[in-house]
């Protein structure tokens, strides 16, 4: 079993930034994804990035170029620095791991991150 714990999460207004941080309870071993997903009210749980154990990313729609997405160098800790916020990036934000063998997955609780005008 792994735990995830989100940090980060906040109030904002549209122009600025924020950093999310999310650390895995432990190591997982071999070739699995880290990333993110958001939720906002009424609406699917999106995509925002994603991260390999071998360094590949995804963005999700409407966040290239603003978002980067990274982890460090034990794999067990992801970040998402969010730049040029919008209101439209307003939601709960979940940490995501799946391993890619067992296809087992992962979510954090999810931090809030609203964005006003």
């Known amino acids: 079993q792994v735990q995830l714990v989100e940090s980060g999460g906040g109030s904002v207004r549209a122009g600025g930034s924020l950093r999310l941080s999310c650390a895995a309870s432990r190591i997982i071993s071999g070739l699995n994804v880290m990333g993110w997903y958001r939720q906002a009210p009424g609406k699917q749980r999106d995509v925002v990035a994603l991260?390999?154990?071998?360094?590949?990313?995804h963005y999700g729609d409407g966040v290239e170029g603003r978002f980067t997405i990274s982890r460090d160098n034990t794999g067990t800790t992801v970040h998402l620095q969010m730049n040029s916020l919008k209101p439209e990036d307003t939601a709960v934000y979940y940490c995501?791991?799946?391993?890619?063998?067992?296809?087992?997955?992962?979510w954090g609780q999810g931090t809030q991150v609203t964005v006003s005008l």
């Open positions: 995501y791991v799946i391993h890619a063998t067992t296809m087992t997955k992962y």
């Open positions: 991260v390999s154990s071998t360094g590949d990313t």
